[in-house]
């Protein structure tokens, strides 16, 4: 069976999207980018964590680079208007986050309400999420949410930051091509070898 993935409590906050992270985030995705486009292997190394009765797997170590890779899926499944689709929904709500109470609900509403959403011609995806009314202005206090919006749409100062940024000239990508690239990524979550002691390797919720 499939399992959810739950970021526990006891966890720190989402950190790759933090001001002073720009090298490391623009390195990592970079990497993904160029995995997703064929041009080399992807290496995503192991995550550890343990899994409840319910199947529901906590990790322990690698939370950062599950955290990027649901992120990224999130904004193509925006890009190619599948976010009012009930699949992917499922898909999708199967990762949350347990240390705060805003940071799961955020992961939850914009999976949930994410085909609402429409950017405007000037505004970047982070922009058009927070101009929702259903994203309460305190939820931008929360240092996850923070660093979530901050890697979707980067700094937008010369690095390659954001996930975003890295689709920037996305009329050079059709329909067929996202697709391929959502199955690039989904490849990606496979590649991460899980290790506990009672589930041993699973796929995630992939």
């Known amino acids: 069976g499939k399992c959810k993935v739950v970021i526990p409590i006891l966890q720190r906050d989402y950190a790759q999207g933090r001001v002073g992270y720009e090298s490391q985030r623009e390195k990592f995705l970079r990497a993904i980018s160029a995995a997703l486009n064929g041009e080399k292997q992807l290496k995503l190394d192991f995550v550890y964590g343990s899994s409840d009765q319910e199947c529901r797997f906590n990790p322990l170590d690698g939370q950062q680079r599950l955290t990027t ?5 999130w904004y193509l499944a925006f890009l190619l208007g599948k976010l009012s689709e009930q699949s992917t929904i499922e898909h999708l709500s199967n990762f949350s986050y347990e240390t705060r109470v805003s940071s799961t609900s955020f992961c939850q509403r914009i999976v949930k309400r994410g085909s609402e959403i429409v950017k ?29 919006l901050r890697m979707l749409s980067g700094e937008h100062n010369g690095k390659i930051d954001g996930i975003e940024e890295l689709f920037a000239d996305k009329e050079e990508y059709n329909s067929v091509d996202l697709e391929k690239i959502i199955s690039g990524t989904v490849s990606a979550y496979k590649s991460m070898k899980t290790y506990d002691r009672y589930l041993g390797d699973i796929h995630f919720y992939i």
């Open 69 to 73: 890779l649901w992120l990224l899926h």
């Open 120 to 148: 405007g011609k000037k505004e970047n995806i982070a922009e058009a999420i927070i101009r929702q009314t259903w994203i309460p202005s305190v939820w931008r206090q929360d240092p996850t949410v923070q660093s979530m």
